[in-house]
């Protein structure tokens, strides 16, 4: 680990412009913003990030959640995972965001990981972490090592020649289909960026993973208000029952009035670069009633481009699988 300097922040206001002035202090200086530190810690000490600030957030008022004006949930950048799972609102209006986070990590890791830092935790894999590989990811230009390499658990969908890592998140597949929004707050002001606007594909730059900017903090999330009559599921598979990344995973809320899908929003974890959203697989689903059929129709439109590799071949029958059965017992459920 290399020495770093520390602040701790008292404000927002404070946090971001330490951020700012390490910027221009020294230009192209990585900051970094810390809350639970599950993930960054880990990467320091690997010598994989290099931060030469890190500003302390722990103290900043953002560890609220609070029903919004519009009817929908505002969710504090420093709620802990396992605070929100268990949150009474949470597990009645948007069941399957509690699901994903507790399908996620370990308890121990859901009592200190946050809701920011879930959304920025590092789309990795084995050589991202290990330095003397070559990974695109962190040295740009150096090579991907996946691609030739050990890539069973790798994306089939959003990759590209530089780069096929997985984001691991399961909190992210759910706030994906649940059309969340994140709020930012940055040296240029505030923004709210659509969750499925906020991730990035890797592309020729995949070192570069979502829309943040540098000294931007992300101060919550808001929920939309749900739809009174509508299930949701999150479902996930893997290769162990618990603290293990997904191979494939269904975030899907799914509403029907009189024996039609009405209104349908599906996303998948463990198969893409990104959580991954399908218009065209609920395009299918949409205004018709459910069947078995209809929920394989959906599920190839879901992966018609994926591009597996060699050893993650597998994923693709097994995503739709996942599809289709959580396609099955939501609408069942609804």
């Not at 020294?26 to 530190?37: D, L, M, S």
């Not at 959640?65 to 948007?94: K, M, Q, T, W």
């Not at 969340?180 to 070192?207: C, K, M, W, Y």
Request: aromatic share 4%.
């Amino acid at each position: 680990m290399q020495a770093f300097n520390y602040t701790r922040a008292k404000s927002i206001d404070q946090a971001i412009a330490t951020a700012a002035q390490a910027t221009t202090a020294q230009q192209g200086a990585e900051i970094r913003f810390v809350a639970g530190g599950t993930t960054l810690l880990d990467l320091m000490k690997l010598d994989v990030e290099h931060p030469v600030q890190v500003v302390d957030i722990n103290r900043l008022p953002l560890s609220s959640i609070e029903s919004s004006a519009e009817g929908g949930l505002a969710i504090g950048a420093l709620v802990r995972n396992a605070d929100l799972a268990n949150h009474p609102d949470v597990r009645a209006r948007y069941p399957v965001l509690s699901q994903a986070i507790l399908a996620g990590a370990s308890g121990q890791i859901r009592n200190m990981a946050t809701t920011s830092g879930n959304l920025l935790q590092r789309t990795r894999c084995v050589y991202f972490r290990d330095i003397h590989s070559a990974c695109n990811k962190r040295e740009p230009g150096s090579g991907c090592s996946a691609l030739n390499g050990y890539h069973r658990n790798l994306a089939i969908l959003g990759g590209s020649e530089h780069c096929i890592a997985t984001n691991p998140s399961d909190m992210n597949v759910a706030l994906t289909a649940l059309d969340a929004v994140v709020s930012i707050q940055g040296p240029h002001g505030r923004r709210d960026v659509p969750v499925a606007e906020f991730f990035v594909l890797p592309g020729a730059t995949p070192q570069r993973e979502t829309v943040m900017e540098p000294g931007d903090l992300i101060t919550g999330v808001r929920l939309p208000k749900p739809t009174g009559h509508a299930k949701s599921l999150y479902l996930k598979l893997r290769d162990r029952a618990s603290y293990e990344f997904a191979l494939a995973s269904v975030a899907i809320v799914l509403a029907l009035k009189d024996g039609r899908i009405q209104q349908v929003a599906m996303a998948m974890g463990g198969v893409g670069t990104r959580p991954w959203r399908s218009a065209s697989a609920e395009q299918v689903l949409r205004g018709n009633a459910p069947s078995p059929d209809l929920f394989k129709r959906a599920a190839d439109a879901f992966l018609a481009s994926a591009q597996p590799q060699a050893d993650n071949r597998f994923k693709v029958e097994l995503a739709r699988r996942c599809l289709i059965k959580a396609m099955s017992d939501v609408s069942t459920a609804a």
